[in-house]
């Protein structure tokens, strides 16, 4: 079970949540701005569940979370019929990575997919004899597998690390998703406000400096705020903020690139219903290995 | 048909609807209750499959899929695969004068308000590739004028489990559900013809 602290803190974040739900719909009753609330909705209540399962079930949660993004960027990148199988090996690649973040193996868990997927999932192909589009279709593999399996599977192994003061892995990963969102949040609500000069404009024209700038310094200062989610002193939250704050943003665009190169603008349009996860777990895509790096580095 | 049932709750369904996936548009074209013929263009085993995991529970029991005769009751246990999981309408590829009209299973289907499943292309095809239609469809229809023809596209299923390959590999598969055709009294080719072009149009967006 969760330490009271972080319990407190979910009730605290639903808070907040609720009344914001209530204000966009009294107030501000635009499509956009709904569908925006109600997907946050949806992520709490998906990670308060994922961090409240004992650590098996967590890592299974964890695993379909990795599958269903792997499955989505699957069928928006384009294949041939013969890029099935290795396809298939990628999928197979998932229980693995999460079976070793169970088990805490650090050592195959970090080298699983970098080494031995790479080596292994060009072979596969070799095997298949199809020499057309060898290198595109093992690039396109490889990354997926890179990004939403071993980037979000940091997610699982950052779970079942040892508690440090009281604080343990549950409470990280409520503390970097909490950060994470709020950044996407942030972002959005300063561009709102203030935003003038765009940032990107050829990959993300919505996106604005000073949005990034306010959320840069808003998440930096909320970092701090909820650092008893962690085991870090004042000036390790604030560059664990920092952190977040920067990776998200450029998680988030790192997925626009794809979307641009395939050419749909939001994977949840394309796939209505099913889709949208990519879009969802764009930014952790990013902050999870980092962020997780960085308290590895300092604390284990 | 409790096994059908149970068939489609715990093996079907859960492979279809968490594993693949589907996103659908049009849900709202998808027949309630019979008589009704719903067709589609067809390039895998699990287009079959998709399409009766749109259906309520309850509607499944009245939804009956046309396989070709040769192909699915061609040994005793593919029979009893097909009637059983399937409740399966058998259909003669190139039936005799002796046994009656070809088409009398699925009338007496239509007859009885059920739902009547039909590949017009007659048989799966390269993935992602459409055949020209059969006319077959355009019988029933003149046949059944007031039986409501549904047209679907699917995009997907042939990626994840094409012709000849025993291995399935998830994908997310589209399924784009048009609104129902009536007969207009047009000749047989023309509305098989009008019927393909819908079914093109309705893949393209």
């Known amino acids: 079970m969760l330490e009271s602290n972080s319990m407190i803190t979910l009730v605290v974040l639903m808070a907040i949540l609720a009344l914001a739900t209530a204000i966009i719909y009294v107030k501000y009753p635009t499509q956009e701005l709904k569908d925006r609330v109600n997907s946050w909705w949806y992520i709490l209540g998906f990670f308060s569940l994922g961090i409240m399962l004992n650590s098996t079930l967590a890592m299974f949660f964890f695993a379909f979370l990795s599958f269903l993004a792997l499955k989505e960027y699957f069928t928006l990148i384009p294949s041939r019929l013969t890029d099935r199988r290795v396809m298939f090996y990628a999928y197979l690649a998932i229980p693995i990575q999460y079976y070793f973040a169970g088990i805490s193996w650090y050592g195959m868990f970090i080298i699983w997919i970098p080494v031995y997927l790479f080596l292994l999932l060009p072979f596969r192909q070799v095997l298949i004899g199809e020499t057309k589009g060898f290198l595109e279709n093992t690039a396109r593999v490889q990354w997926g597998l890179m990004m939403f399996v071993f980037g979000l599977s940091h997610l699982a192994y950052m779970l079942t ?19 994470t969102a709020f950044n996407d949040v942030l972002q959005y609500l300063w561009g709102k406000s203030f935003g003038k000069h765009k940032i990107i404009p050829k990959v993300s024209p919505n996106k604005t400096v000073e949005g990034f700038v306010g959320a840069f310094f808003t998440i930096s200062i909320l970092a701090v705020l909820f650092s008893y989610l962690t085991p870090f002193n004042w000036y390790e ?51 999870a290995p980092l962020f997780f790096h960085y308290v590895h580095y300092l604390y284990y | ?60 029991e009245k939804v009956r899929p046309i396989g070709a005769e040769d192909y699915f009751c061609n040994k005793p246990y593919k029979t009893w695969l097909s009637k059983n999981l399937l409740d399966l309408i058998p259909l003669k590829r190139k039936p005799t004068k002796e046994e009656g009209h070809p088409f009398s299973g699925i009338y007496n289907a239509l007859d009885n308000q059920e739902i009547v499943l039909l590949f017009p292309e007659g048989s799966r095809g390269d993935p992602e590739v459409m055949k020209p239609f059969k006319t077959g469809i355009a019988h029933m229809a003149e046949a059944y004028p007031d039986v409501p023809v549904i047209p679907l596209a699917i995009h997907g299923a042939g990626k994840a489990l094409p012709k000849g390959e025993a291995l399935f590999v998830p994908f997310i598969i589209d399924v784009h559900v048009g609104e129902a055709v009536l007969h207009k009294g047009e000749s047989k080719a023309e509305y098989t013809k009008n019927l393909y072009s819908i079914v093109e149009s309705l893949e393209k967006c």
């Open chain 1, 161 to 179: 690390l040892e508690p440090i003061d009281g604080v343990g892995g549950k409470e990280l990963v409520l503390y970097l998703v909490l950060l």
């Open chain 1, 237 to 287: 939250a604030l560059g664990a903020g920092m952190l977040i704050s920067v990776a998200g943003f450029v998680g988030d665009v790192v997925i626009s690139m794809i979307k641009r190169d395939i050419g749909v603008k939001d994977s949840g349009n394309l796939i209505p219903g099913h889709g949208g996860v990519l879009d969802r777990v764009d930014s952790l895509v990013y902050t």
């Open chain 2, 1 to 60: 048909m409790w096994i059908k049932k149970l068939f489609f709750i715990f093996l079907v369904r859960p492979l279809v609807l968490i594993v693949a996936g589907v996103s659908l548009k049009g849900k709202e074209n998808l027949p309630i209750t019979g008589p009704a013929i719903l067709i589609a263009n067809h390039n895998s085993h699990l287009d079959t499959m998709v399409m009766m995991s749109l259906f309520s529970l309850k509607t499944l």
